[in-house]
């Protein structure tokens, strides 16, 4: 049974940190690319960053960069997202989701090109 579950979600003050992890279970880790979307009430489901099966690459959205970092541990079947100077645009349900071992650059940012999701973990940044 292949499962993907996201911890570390919560509460924090514009400005603060959080730490997302995803641990994946039932499949060949070290396989997958491995990505982070995340959805806004009322909002489509969005790319945040994604690196491939190996770590490398790793591509952010724009509205990220420079804040967010993303890795995986593929002895521990563990992917991560460490979310600095965090915002109240990043309020959203992030989800992380498995794909191929490597995608072309365009395809990362398709929630369409994953094959597999967990069941979300909510991130709320006050102001």
């Known amino acids: 049974q292949v499962q993907l579950v996201e911890t570390g979600g919560g509460l924090v003050q514009s400005g603060g940190s959080l730490r997302l992890s995803c641990a994946v279970s039932g499949l060949t880790f070290s396989t997958k690319a491995m990505g982070w979307f995340r959805q806004a009430p009322g909002k489509e489901r969005e790319f945040v960053s994604a690196?491939?099966?190996?770590?490398?690459?790793?591509y952010y959205a724009d509205s990220v960069k420079g804040r967010f970092a993303v890795s995986r541990d593929n002895a521990k079947s563990m992917v991560y997202l460490q979310m600095n100077s965090l915002k109240p645009e990043d309020t959203a349900v992030y989800y992380c989701?498995?794909?191929?071992?490597?995608?072309?650059?365009?395809?990362?940012?398709?929630?369409?090109?994953?094959?597999?999701w967990g069941q979300g973990t909510q991130v709320t940044v006050s102001s």
């Open positions: 989701a498995a794909g191929k071992p490597k995608y072309s650059r365009d395809d990362y940012y398709r929630p369409g090109a994953y094959d597999v």
């Open positions: 690196l491939s099966s190996t770590g490398n690459p790793r």
